[in-house]
């Protein structure tokens, strides 16, 4: 079955920097691209980060490019999220998502990220 599971979240101080995890299994990884959400709460999730399946094409939301890197290591299927220069509205649940069709979208559990002095 399709598992995404994510680590890394934490505390950190405004300005600083952290890295998100996703680990997959049950998908051909290297076959599809890979969606890093948010959710903040009281607010709707929102898609932050995209990368294609090779890893050469990504995409950003305005609110964190040119901070957020997404990177996708396909031998160990994994993807991952480096957040530099962190605010407080960063602050948010963080989703790993996968679409491997029209009605088939696979999400992970969530890992907490807190931007606060």
């Known amino acids: 079955q399709v598992q995404l599971v994510e680590s890394g979240g934490g505390l950190v101080q405004p300005g600083g920097s952290l890295r998100v995890s996703c680990a997959a299994s049950?998908?051909?990884?290297?076959?599809?691209?890979m969606n890093w959400y948010r959710q903040a709460p009281g607010k709707e999730r929102e898609l932050v980060a995209r990368?294609?399946?090779?890893?050469?094409?990504?995409w950003y939301a305005d609110s964190v490019k040119g901070r957020f890197t997404i990177s996708r290591d396909n031998a160990k299927n994994s993807v991952y999220l480096q957040m530099n220069s962190l605010k407080p509205e960063d602050t948010a649940v963080y989703y790993c998502?996968?679409?491997?069709?029209?009605?088939?979208?696979?999400w992970g559990q969530g890992t907490q990220v807190t931007v606060s002095a």
């Open positions: 049950g998908f051909t990884f290297s076959s599809y691209a």
């Open positions: 990368i294609s399946w090779r890893g050469d094409t990504t």
């Open positions: 998502n996968v679409v491997l069709g029209p009605q088939s979208t696979y």
